[in-house]
T-cell receptor
Framework: EPEVTQTPSHQVTQMGQEVILRCVPI?????FYWYRQILGQKVEFLVS????????KSEIFDDQFSVERPDGSNFTLKIRSTKLEDSAMYFC????????????FGNGTRLTVT | QKEVEQDPGPLSVPEGAIVSLNCTYS??????FMWYRQYSRKGPELLMY????GNKEDGRFTAQVDKSSKYISLFIRDSQPSDSATYLC??????????FGKGTMLLVSP
């Protein structure tokens, strides 16, 4: 069964450093998302992306965050200058038709900022 | 008021029991309802996807939506130790992003 894949599975970085989290969505999906989950908290929406542009973003997704689809298969989340509070699991998801079709999630990247 | 609420548990049951997991939501515009299963340190795995009120069955799993009371349920029949996980309900209006509950931890003992 097709799946969303994310790399790396675990990323450790120092405060202030830039990180790029990578995702390969399911191939026939058109909508891409990033969510995050701080330990013990609920899964929170960050950003949605369609047709090579951001379609919606949350208040968490400030100027330190950016997303890109650099080629036909990858979807990336960049955090420019990481803070301690950015430590979380970051999940990429994709869907066929947007918010009225189910989202399929990857296994996440655990980001630890020290 | 939080948009989607779940009892965090843990809910502990013996193998073979029928499990009932529940979720309430506040936004009457929500009409798509999902249940995800999440194992520790893994991503949410889609279990059930329903639209509007009613029941949907898939193997040992049944999802039930009551829009009049804004109440969502997931029933698991013949529960197995491998069902031990956190179950997340999620919902949206079709024009909004997915809103998750905090999840209910289920423990099925052999």
């Amino acid at each position: 069964e097709p799946e969303v894949t994310q790399t790396p599975s675990h990323q450790v970085t120092q405060m202030g450093q830039e990180v790029i989290l990578r995702c390969v969505p399911i191939s026939n999906h058109l909508y891409f998302y990033w969510y995050r989950q701080i330990l013990g908290q609920k899964v929170e929406f960050l950003v949605s992306f369609y047709n090579n542009e951001i379609s919606e973003k949350s208040e968490i997704f400030d100027d330190q965050f950016s997303v890109e689809r650099p080629d036909g298969s990858n979807f990336t989340l960049k955090i420019r200058s990481t803070k301690l509070e950015d430590s979380a699991m970051y999940f990429c998801a994709s869907s066929v038709e947007g918010t009225d079709s189910p989202l399929h999630f990857g296994n996440g990247t655990r980001l630890t900022v020290t | 008021q939080k948009e989607v609420e779940q009892d965090p548990g843990p809910l502990s049951v013996p193998e073979g029991a029928i499990v009932s997991l529940n979720c309430t939501y506040s936004n009457s515009a929500f009409q798509y309802f999902m249940w995800y299963r999440q194992y520790s340190r893994k991503g949410p795995e889609l279990l059930m996807y329903t639209y509007s009120s009613g029941n949907k069955e898939d193997g040992r799993f049944t999802a039930q939506v009551d829009k009049s009371s804004k109440y969502i349920s997931l029933f698991i029949r013949d529960s197995q130790p491998s069902d031990s996980a956190t179950y997340l309900c999620a919902t949206n209006s079709g024009y909004s992003t997915l809103t998750f509950g905090k999840g209910t931890m289920l423990l099925v003992s052999p």
